[in-house]
């Protein structure tokens, strides 16, 4: 079971993406778009808003 209630995590993980995405988009400080991808996601693992068995689940299935 989680800490937080399931509307949180939900408002939670969209604001990372928000941010990754618009961190993609802009490129501060001449950042690659892979960090700052990875950095996101980095961030939902760190939060526990998703597992590391999620993640690399989904890693390996997307893996072209």
């Not at 990754?20 to 990875?38: C, D, K, Q, S, Y």
């Not at 760190?46 to 890693?59: D, I, K, N």
Request: charged share 10%; net charge neutral.
């Amino acid at each position: 079971m989680h800490a937080l209630p399931e509307t949180w995590r939900i408002v939670l993980t969209s604001l990372v993406g928000v941010i990754t995405l618009a961190g993609i988009m802009t490129r501060p400080f001449r950042l690659n778009e892979a960090a700052i991808a990875v950095g996101g996601a980095g961030v939902l693992l760190l939060l526990g808003l998703v597992s590391p068995v999620e993640a690399l689940r989904t890693l390996l299935n997307d893996w072209p």
